[in-house]
């Protein structure tokens, strides 16, 4: 368990969490790493992009599919235009600007951090959008919802992307 935790902390924070023994409490201690595996953090996040543009793709068919109520993921109901708007940018940023920030992070491309910088802010962007449409008008919380875990996600592992050498 501790050797789990040790490998997930450096891959995601960079850093190593230490137990160190004190009688009955265990004190948990952060140790600069400097031993982070380059090419597991890069299949980890090169395969994020990957699995974002995949999921991204299947939730678009879903929704065009989808010929009742899309109930939540309505932007505006009296209008589906309002919320397949956004197909074109998804289709383009978020679906294949992630397979080109992947593709550039396991092939260890020069431009890989910024492709993923791109992908990541185009989706933050497109999610405070909709943070603001669902406090102004109260409709699409599940659209909301859907969209904050990928821009948080996506800016964290971009970040990440940034910090490893070339």
Same mark, same amino acid.
């Given at each position: 368990?501790?050797?789990?935790?040790? #490998?997930?902390?450096?891959?995601?924070?960079?850093?190593?969490?230490?137990?160190?023994?004190?009688?009955?409490?265990?004190?948990? +201690?952060? $140790?600069?790493?400097? /031993?982070?595996?380059?090419?597991?953090?890069?299949?980890?996040? !090169? !395969?994020?992009?990957?699995?974002?543009?995949?999921? !991204?793709?299947?939730?678009?068919?879903?929704?065009?599919?989808?010929?009742?109520? #899309?109930?939540?993921?309505?932007?505006?109901?009296?209008?589906?235009?309002?919320?397949?708007?956004?197909?074109?940018?998804?289709?383009?940023?978020?679906?294949? +600007?992630?397979?080109?920030?992947?593709?550039?992070?396991?092939? #260890?491309?020069?431009?890989?951090?910024?492709?993923?910088?791109?992908?990541? +802010?185009?989706?933050?962007?497109?999610?405070?959008?909709?943070?603001?449409? $669902? !406090?102004?008008? /109260?409709?699409?919380?599940?659209?909301?919802?859907?969209?904050?875990?990928?821009?948080?996600?996506?800016?964290?592992?971009?970040?990440?992307?940034?910090?490893?050498?070339?």
């Amino acid at each position: 368990m501790s050797a789990f935790v040790g #490998r997930v902390s450096r891959l995601l924070l960079g850093v190593d969490l230490v137990v160190l023994g004190a009688t009955n409490r265990s004190v948990v +201690g952060v $140790v600069a790493s400097s /031993g982070v595996d380059d090419e597991l953090a890069r299949r980890t996040y !090169g !395969g994020y992009f990957l699995v974002q543009a995949i999921t !991204g793709a299947a939730f678009w068919i879903l929704l065009w599919l989808r010929t009742e109520d #899309r109930g939540g993921f309505e932007m505006l109901l009296s209008e589906r235009a309002v919320t397949n708007s956004f197909l074109l940018a998804d289709l383009v940023l978020g679906i294949v +600007g992630s397979l080109v920030a992947a593709a550039g992070i396991l092939a #260890r491309r020069r431009w890989a951090p910024a492709a993923a910088m791109f992908v990541a +802010g185009g989706i933050v962007y497109a999610t405070v959008y909709i943070l603001f449409w $669902v !406090g102004a008008t /109260g409709q699409a919380p599940a659209m909301l919802a859907v969209m904050v875990p990928p821009a948080l996600l996506s800016a964290f592992v971009a970040l990440q992307v940034a910090r490893l050498d070339p």
